[in-house]
Structures are given as C-alpha cells and as structure tokens.
C-alpha cells in the first residue's frame, strides 16, 4: 500500500532546530517527492543530512501543470510507492499546496502520514495571547483597499461577536499598507498580534491595541508576517 508522508519544512532558511530528528527517518524512506520548489527542496534536504542522495529520489514540481501532476501522483500512488510531499517554509496543506495531491491520496486508499513541523499560522496564533479555542485562518485580505478596508470591518464585527480571532497574511512588500490600513480603520481598542520572522534569529511576536500600534509602527517590509485580530 502507497504511503505519503507530509514533510514540514523550516520557515527560515538556516533554522533547522524546529524540524523533528523522526522527519530525516521519513524523508529515507521516500522513493519519490513531489514539492513546491525542486531547488529549494533539494537544498533543505541536504542540510538535514549531507550523505542523502539528492538524485535518488524521483522529483516532482507541485505548481506545473497541476493537472498532469496529480496524474503522475496518482500513477505512483498505484505503484505502491512511498512518497513525500514536502512545500515551501512550513507544513504541506495549511496554507501551502499540497491539499490537492492528499485529496487524491485518500481517494487512492493510501495512507497519509503528517509530520510535525512549523506552522506560522499556529506559532503565531499560541504566542497572540489570543483565544485559541476559537479562531479563522482567512488567508490574504482583498488587495483593493475599500474592499480591504471592508473585510477588517467584518473580522472586528465577526472576533467581537463570537471572541474568535481572525488570522490572516499579506505579501511581503504589502505588510507595511496593510498595517497603516488596521491601524487607520480598525477600532483603537481591537488588539492586533503582529508575528514576524518566525523561529528565526530576528524573531517578532507583540501583541497590541490599534491605538498602541498607532505610537510607534515597526517596519515590515519583505519580512514574513502573520496577523491575528481580536476585536
């Protein structure tokens, strides 16, 4: 029977302490890997141990021509292979591709192995000092800014109502607007958890007031960033 392990990997580049020693053993087992990024993959494997053979492995890019991909995916699944899937900086299906293949791997009757590893969306979420019983992961906010502007108006009402929070993420070279947009229409007391740089050396985890961010705001630009409301 095809067994599919979900590779976690490091947010940050050089940090590899936040990868369990029982995800090297998994990655030994795959015959066949199916990723994000073949460079950086191929890169991230080698710094987990130096005397894997990168060309053993059968490889596979998730994001071309995705139809064909699962294709090949569900071919391998049919050979009985052993497979990984391994996405860029964090954990295969949350937020990163991978979803789709993992669909076609239970409907293959394989059995699906996660691995634990780094999530931005969780790391950033248990150091809030939010509610983590009750919380939404919404992904990227809407680019047009009335529309942006609505959307953080309906998380405040949404977080205020049922005390959940809101989670949610920009591009790199937008998080500098979309903290100037919170902070110029969001309520004063709604707090804002702002998390950058996850498990990385420059690591950034605070937690305050709209009014308080409105004092003194840190500089985003091109930094990974998650965002948690609670209104």
Known sequence: MAVVYLIPAPLEDETLDCIPAYVLDAVKQCKVLFVENERTARRYLKKLDKA???????WFVIHKAE???KQQFIQKLKEGKTIGIISEAGCPGIADPGQVLIEAAHKQNAIIKPLVGPSSILLALMGSGMNGQQFSFVGYLPIDEQQRKRKLHQLEEISAKQQSTQVFIETPYRNNQLLETIIKNCKPQTRI??????TAANEMIETKTV????IK???LHKQPVIFCLMG
């Open 193 to 198: 958890c702002v998390a950058a740089n996850l």
């Open 217 to 219: 705001k840190p500089d």
């Open 67 to 69: 139809a064909e991909v």
């Open 211 to 214: 009014a308080e961010w409105k």
């Open 52 to 58: 894997i053979v990168i060309d053993d492995f059968e």
